[in-house]
């Protein structure tokens, strides 16, 4: 597509369940990023891939959270036995290629709401 | 990722230049200067990058230091849209760095 899309773009969830963020990056992107905002706060980087491996897991605030990566490009974010502390705007980015030359396009994000 | 430092807000007035300051002082050569900002509501959106030549591009001009430790993003004619926290990002070209790693960037407010 033509930008990176993202969905759900609202998702209200209650404590303790499970919630699947989805990453559609553009196509023939294949590094892919996730961050989170919370609330008038900045973005916090969670993980990233190169194409379906991801070599840096360190963001991922818990083991409640996991990401995977299939075929090179859609990309799910897991969110077990979700908390009111997860509550954020969940946003995925993906570039061109692997390195810092190139720019970053972002989605809109998902915003995640834990009640 | 070495610090950046910007200002938490500025404001400009519609329709004239805006410039925006970053201080990089401990910036390596390997170094690449990033601009992303993100509109209200928004995911952030890239402006700009470079070295270490000055850079142009349909959304902004970086003008960058002689030695680097400093860079400048140039919004020529502001307008209301261009209202957003902008922020200056340092990546290190070498490979398993991956991470961009927001600060929190100058709040820019445009006055009709």
């Known amino acids: 597509g033509a930008g990176v899309s993202q969905s759900p773009s609202n998702k209200v969830t209650e404590k303790g369940k499970d919630v699947e963020l989805r990453c559609d990056p553009i196509s023939g992107h294949t590094a892919l990023y996730w961050y989170r905002q919370s609330l008038g706060q900045g973005l916090e980087f969670l993980i990233y891939?190169?194409?379906?491996?991801?070599?840096?897991k360190s963001g991922l605030p818990s083991d409640r959270f996991s990401a995977e990566r299939t075929g090179g490009s859609v990309s799910t974010l897991t969110i077990q036995r979700t908390q009111q502390e997860d509550s954020a705007v969940y946003l995925c980015?993906?570039?061109?290629?692997?390195?810092?030359?190139?720019?970053?396009?972002f989605g809109s994000g998902t915003r995640l709401t834990v009640v | 990722d070495a610090k950046t430092t910007q200002p938490n807000s500025m404001e400009s007035n519609e329709e004239e230049p805006v410039h925006l300051p970053c201080n990089h002082s401990?910036?390596?050569?390997?170094?690449?200067i990033h601009w992303y900002r993100q509109l209200p509501s928004q995911g952030p959106e890239y402006v700009i990058h470079g070295l270490t030549s000055n850079v142009n591009n349909r959304m902004a001009s970086l003008a960058i230091a002689e030695d680097r430790k400093s860079s400048t993003l140039i919004l020529h004619r502001a307008t209301l849209r261009d209202a957003a926290v902008y922020y200056c990002?340092?990546?290190?070209?070498?490979?398993?760095?991956?991470?961009?790693?927001f600060g929190t960037g100058t709040r820019l407010t445009i006055i009709p």
């Open positions: 980015a993906s570039s061109l290629v692997y390195g810092q030359r190139y720019g970053y396009t």
């Open positions: 891939f190169q194409g379906n491996s991801a070599p840096d």
């Open positions: 401990t910036i390596s050569g390997t170094d690449y």
């Open positions: 990002i340092l990546r290190d070209d070498g490979f398993g760095n991956e991470k961009l790693t």
